[in-house]
């Protein structure tokens, strides 16, 4: 049986699957960043067995913050995170 991971390693799996430390962040394509976030969305994480206690989000917008309006593509993971006695305590999420 595959090993999987704890919702605590996401943000460095997906460090790997952008290549973090051998490139540049800023030096990604959009489609590299597209092909590595399908990657970290096929990796099984240990979470609740319990509807929508791993899911993929995709938030959108056309936003102003620094400047003119730019559009913004949001892809999140969220994990469920329970309790010692299994009930919901919170979700996680990894940008």
């Not at 990796?43 to 917008?61: C, E, H, K, M, S």
Request: glycine share 10%; hydrophobic share 35%; aromatic share 12%.
């Amino acid at each position: 049986m595959t090993r999987r991971s704890s919702a605590d390693e996401a943000v460095g799996l997906l460090e790997g699957e952008l290549g973090v430390g051998r490139r540049a962040l800023a030096d990604l394509s959009t489609e590299d960043a597209w092909r590595a976030f399908l990657r970290f969305g096929r990796r099984l994480f240990d979470v609740p067995d319990t509807p929508d206690a791993d899911g993929l989000l995709f938030q959108y917008g056309t936003y102003s913050f620094d400047g003119p309006p730019t559009f913004t593509l949001d892809l999140t993971r969220q994990f469920e995170i329970a309790d010692s006695d299994g009930d919901h305590d919170h979700y996680v999420q990894v940008h």
